[in-house]
């Protein structure tokens, strides 16, 4: 909760932020509006009238071009009760911005913070803005959600089992670890532990017999366990490329941060269809 304290010993203004977001469609330009609690404490008069406003930006990532835009209350002013009340601030983001938002958060919660500043529109006994800031931290889940209002794009999350089997525990935990990597920038790890995490996808569905059985047929004639154990080692064979500098073809892969999102995704993905097995 960020204060805001009106004279040395008058009355103080509480903003505290929540995890609530919600997006209203544009064309190419949408409407964020972020939730926020008031509360008031000391000598104040109930229903004495705010108006909130400020600045929104990204916190803590490392990209200069961090600013998102200003914050404005669509309702007006806000009074002063003896409860908590509730206030919406709203801003404007392109397209541009949560791809930009997208890449730089990589499946991580989403920190923004808001610069504030609150100016009484009454009991002006002392100078009638006060400024501070407000750190609004956003899970994963609740951004993403938000997101799929929007035509800007789509998410899908895995649930990778933590499973007793201990292998697919080891890789369960090679998932987390990749996406980590893609955080840091680190994209040929990331695929490199998308790899590892298919080990035991491999053993557990037998795929390198079903794969040898499916190449000796047509494709069309393939049953689709075979089938999944041609998209099985298909990706393994492409992951094994980050480990490895074979001269003259994996010496020369590049992998981007779209590269191991994908090859994380499918890891993962493939990794969740052990979970009902012994």
Known sequence: MTDFQFGLNDYGVGVEAQHGVDFTQGWDVHRLALSFEVTARGNYTVDAPFLVSGDLWVHDMPNPASYIGPLHAPKGPVGLKAF??????????????????????????????????????????????????????????????????????????????????????????????????????????????????????????????????????KAGERDQGERWAVLIQSAYALFSGAPHDDSGTTENFTWTRADAVAAVATAAGLLARTEDLP
Request: aromatic share 4%; charged share 30%; proline share 3%.
């Open 84 to 217: 908590k009340m509730n206030l919406t601030l709203e801003t404007t983001v392109t397209d541009r911005q949560l791809r930009g938002l997208e890449k730089a958060r990589a499946g991580a919660d989403l920190n923004l913070r808001a610069q504030l500043a609150l100016t009484a529109l009454a009991e002006a006994k002392h100078w009638p803005v006060a400024q501070s800031q407000e750190i609004i931290r956003i899970p994963h889940a609740t951004w993403s959600n938000a997101l799929s209002q929007l035509d800007a794009g789509a998410f899908v999350d895995v649930l990778v089992p933590m499973t007793t089997v201990e292998v697919r525990a080891t890789a369960a935990r090679r998932i987390r670890q990749a996406k980590e990597a893609i955080r840091d920038g680190r994209y040929e790890h990331a695929v490199t532990l998308a790899r590892q995490a298919l080990d035991p996808v491999r053993k557990a569905f037998d795929t390198q017999r079903r794969h040898d059985q499916a190449m000796k047929k």
